[in-house]
Every structure is written in structure tokens, then in C-alpha cells.
């Protein structure tokens, strides 16, 4: 138990920093997304533009219910590490619940994430015109805020997953088996897994894109 109870505030640790940045990232939206929207409303842009502005602002829209996820369990279970003396003490049903919810989000999160993450790297260091300069200035207030790149922290969220999914075998393995929410941590620690192979086979497959793209305009020069 105690060692269960170590890995649970370990984590709890590192939720607090990570949801403080997404605090920070929640704010960047509330700054960016109405100028995005009325930009894109007055402005007359190509198609390729404006497809580009599109798969931007379905990607921030995509971060927000993970945002809300992360503060919200985070609430839970410092409310819950607060009971720990009770001998039915339990945490399956926080990530039960949370999670159940969390799960297609963070699956369209990183399939959009993959497709921008280019387009957004070429898009911040040309400074596009694409987006308003309000936009830009608000990277780089959050960047400035936070100690890390924009496109670091996006990046991060994706491969939150694959670190949830460690944290809860880690869990699993220190609680007994006829723990009260042994086979409900079980449960998700399946679903959290599912979904982290999906994410990092999808990683791999964008990768294996992009190098093919990068040599073939090596090919071209």
C-alpha cells in the first residue's frame, strides 16, 4: 500500500506542473481562438489557406475537453489522497471515469496533432500571415510563461498517454488483488494501453512519412 501510495503522489507531483501549462494553454486559447474565427471571416484566402486555418483551430478545439480532463481528475484525486487511512480507499473509478471520457479525445488530438505539427513549425518560423499577429504574440507570451516551445508542450500532451498508461501498470502491480478497484484499474490500464499503441504506431507512421517526403525533395533538387 505504501508503495502504492508513493507512485500516486509521484504522480499527483507531475500533474500539478502539467496541469498548470495547460492552464496556460487554456488561457492561449481564449486569447487566439475568437481572433482565429474573425480573421478567417474577413479575410479572402486561397483554398489551400484557409484549409490550413481550419485543421489549426479543429486541433486547439480538439486540446480543449483534454484540458478539462486533466483538471478535473487532478481535483479528484487530491480529494481522495486526503481518505487514504479508510480501508476501502480507492482510485480505479477516478481514472475509470475520467478516462472512459478522455479516450477518443486524446485518439483525435494526436491524429490531428501529426497532420499540423509541420505545418505549425513552418507556420511559426515564417511568422505566417496565415494568422493574425495576435496569434503569434500569444505563442510566444505562453512560451515565455512556461519555460517551453509551443510546439514542445503540444507534442507532450500527445505522449501523455503512453505515460498514463506506465503510471497505471505501476499502480496496478502494487495494489493486491482482492483490493476493492484492483480489477477496475485493470480495466482501464487495458483501455490505456489500447490506445497508447495506437498513438505510438500513429507517431511511427507519420514519422516514416516524413522522411519519405523530406527524400524525395532531396531527390528533386
Not at 54 to 59: A, P, Q, R
Not at 186 to 191: A, I, P, Q
Request: proline share 3%.
Amino acid at each position: 500500500i505504501d508503495q502504492k501510495r508513493q507512485i500516486l503522489e509521484a504522480f499527483i507531483q507531475r500533474e500539478v506542473q502539467y496541469v498548470h501549462q495547460l492552464k496556460g494553454l487554456k488561457e492561449f486559447l481564449d486569447n487566439t481562438m475568437l481572433s482565429l474565427e474573425e480573421n478567417d471571416k474577413k479575410a479572402k484566402e486561397t483554398g489551400s489557406s484557409t484549409y490550413v486555418k481550419k485543421l489549426f483551430v479543429d486541433f486547439f478545439v480538439s486540446a480543449k475537453p483534454i484540458i478539462a480532463f486533466h483538471i478535473n481528475m487532478l481535483a479528484l484525486l487530491f480529494e481522495r489522497m486526503s481518505q487514504w487511512q479508510e480501508l476501502e480507499f480507492r482510485v480505479g473509478d477516478i481514472f475509470e471515469k475520467n478516462l472512459e471520457l478522455a479516450v477518443p479525445k486524446y485518439e483525435l488530438y494526436s491524429l490531428l496533432w501529426e497532420e499540423i505539427r509541420p505545418r505549425f513549425v513552418s507556420a511559426k518560423s515564417e511568422m505566417s500571415k496565415i494568422f493574425p499577429i495576435k496569434f503569434w504574440t500569444s505563442v510566444a507570451r505562453f512560451e515565455s510563461d512556461n519555460s517551453i516551445k509551443m510546439e514542445a508542450f503540444l507534442e507532450q500532451i500527445s505522449q501523455r498517454v503512453p505515460f498514463m498508461s506506465n503510471v497505471l501498470c505501476d499502480i496496478v502491480k502494487t495494489t493486491p488483488h482482492d483490493a476493492p478497484d484492483y480489477f477496475i484499474l485493470e480495466s482501464v490500464l487495458k483501455k490505456m494501453k489500447n490506445l497508447s499503441d495506437k498513438i505510438l504506431t500513429l507517431k511511427e507512421i507519420a514519422h516514416q512519412q516524413r522522411q519519405s517526403e523530406n527524400e524525395k525533395e532531396k531527390q528533386e533538387k
